[in-house]
């Protein structure tokens, strides 16, 4: 542009007309400059009687061009550091909360970073940018790809405050079991003495026990309860030949008998023997004494669930002697203990038919929207903890876990549910699912009255403009 100008002053006579250098794309041009003045008069004019549209047309292209690139970036402020790690047990679907967590994060504009190996690998910086592709084959994968530990960061608050604020951390998001819960816990209580904890966090709960409070549900337990019925399914297909067996199977839960009892359902059980329900002598005898008439009728098959911590007398091989003792000459009996088997899932494939498909489906889609809802709580929190600049979040509500209650998502904070949290036993305080016990012995044809008590009311659902009732 000085060039020209240079040039239009040398080629000038005391007849050219003043003109204006200026650029069209990357070429120098000279434009009279009356005209651009009077373009400029317009321009004022426009922007005075509140003709907007006009006003930009008239300052060209580019100048449009530069507005819209403008609004875009001043609309979409720059992103915030999430970080994301998995905590507790591995569980089938974490991956697939991982990944919509990590991509959600990335649309929204933010810079997502993996913690490997839960609160420890926080502790010693094991930490690194994820993009997009990197979680792109996750979602049907079992277990953790992050990895995950059951420690816990009351130990490690100094070298957890000092990564925070090394790698600009803004928000976390832990995804993991009981640990995950007690853990996030205590970091709030961490946030008295480090600032650097003040900032806000969003648990998911994933664990195949299904044991945190606050959340009817927990990804990695319908797998978990697909895995058991399956087997119990083949465990009693291998004694199709054989008449009068009883098998006692133990399944994973800690203190809580989900599993059991949910298995107990899906599998015709016998018995169910959970933590939560005490039972005693008399009632292993009862058990004994109904699959001994049980064996003069048709089905001449049983089974039997015990959550591995019901009892610590009444072992598993506890019960295996008893029942073995107490049908000898009636029937035989078989254990089996499932163990880690219940943890892990299959990615759903087209054919042949896979007997996990529908749950890891369910896992799928129940983890990607957990993620997704965790972000966008967490980004608002984030703004509304931000005052000058800097993050400082110590309300309550700054620290929430994302649970499904009966059929919606809610947001609760963490030290609302400590009250309904039995710690020692590491479950809630009270369970849903304790109301289908009855249902099981019902099934399994004991004589037992059913509490109908509570009564469901008819829900109108409105489809296309169609009425339809349907029972709750």
Not at 12 to 27: E, I, K, Y
Not at 37 to 63: I, W
Not at 182 to 187: A, I, N, R, V
Request: proline content about 4%; hydrophobic content about 40%.
């Amino acid at each position: 542009m000085g060039v020209e100008a240079v040039m239009a002053l040398l080629e000038g006579t005391p007849d050219t007309p003043a003109c204006v250098v200026s650029l069209s794309g990357n070429q120098a041009v000279r434009l009279p400059l009356m005209e651009c003045v009077q373009v400029t008069k317009d321009v004022t004019t426009a922007m005075n009687e509140g003709r907007f549209e006009d006003a930009l047309k008239l300052r060209g292209r580019s100048f449009q061009n530069n507005w819209n690139v403008y609004k875009l970036l001043a609309h979409i402020r720059p992103g915030y550091t999430l970080a994301v790690l998995n905590v507790g047990a591995p569980a089938a679907g974490m991956n697939a909360a991982v990944r919509s967590t990590v991509r959600i994060g990335l649309i929204h504009g933010h810079r997502m970073l993996a913690v490997h190996d839960g609160f420890e690998g926080l502790a010693e910086g094991k930490i690194e940018e994820i993009s997009w592709d990197c979680v792109g084959s996750w979602i049907g994968l079992g277990g953790s790809k992050l990895g995950t530990k059951r420690t816990l960061p009351k130990k490690y608050f100094e070298e957890i405050s000092t990564n925070i604020s090394n790698f600009g951390i803004h928000g976390l998001i832990i995804i993991g079991g009981f640990e995950a819960f007690t853990g996030s816990l205590e970091l709030l209580e961490g946030r008295a003495k480090f600032e650097e904890l003040c900032i806000p966090l969003c648990v998911i709960p994933a664990t195949v026990s299904n044991n945190v409070p606050g959340s009817d549900f927990s990804i990695g337990a319908d797998t978990a309860l697909n895995t058991i019925t399956t087997t119990c399914d083949r465990i009693k297909q291998s004694a199709a030949g054989t008449k009068r067996r009883v098998f006692i199977i133990e399944t994973m839960g800690g203190f809580c008998g989900y599993l059991a009892t949910m298995a107990g359902l899906a599998g015709g059980a016998d018995a169910a023997y959970i933590y939560e329900e005490h039972f005693n002598i008399h009632d292993l005898q009862v058990n004994v004494e109904h699959l001994t008439e049980k064996m003069k009728t048709t089905v001449k098959r049983g089974l039997v669930l015990r959550n591995e911590r019901c009892n610590e007398n009444y072992t598993m091989d506890f019960i295996y002697n008893l029942y073995s003792e107490e049908g000898k000459g009636i029937f035989d009996c078989r254990k089996n203990v499932l163990g880690h088997m219940q943890q892990v899932g299959t990615p759903p494939g087209p054919f042949p038919p896979n007997p996990f498909h529908d749950s890891m489906t369910f896992l799928a889609n129940f983890g990607t929207k957990m993620g997704a809802k965790a972000v966008a709580w967490i980004t608002g929190k984030i703004k509304e903890c931000t005052r000058h600049g800097r993050i400082f979040a110590n309300t309550k509500d700054s620290a929430c876990l994302l649970g499904m209650r009966k059929r919606s998502l809610v947001f609760q904070p963490l030290t609302e549910l400590k009250e309904e949290t039995d710690f020692e036993h590491r479950i809630p305080k009270e369970q849903w699912w304790l109301k289908l016990r009855p249902i099981l012995k019902i099934l399994a044809k004991y004589h037992i009255e059913l509490d109908t008590s509570d009564r469901a009311h008819l829900e109108h659902i409105t489809r296309k403009g169609v009425m339809l009732e349907s029972g709750n």
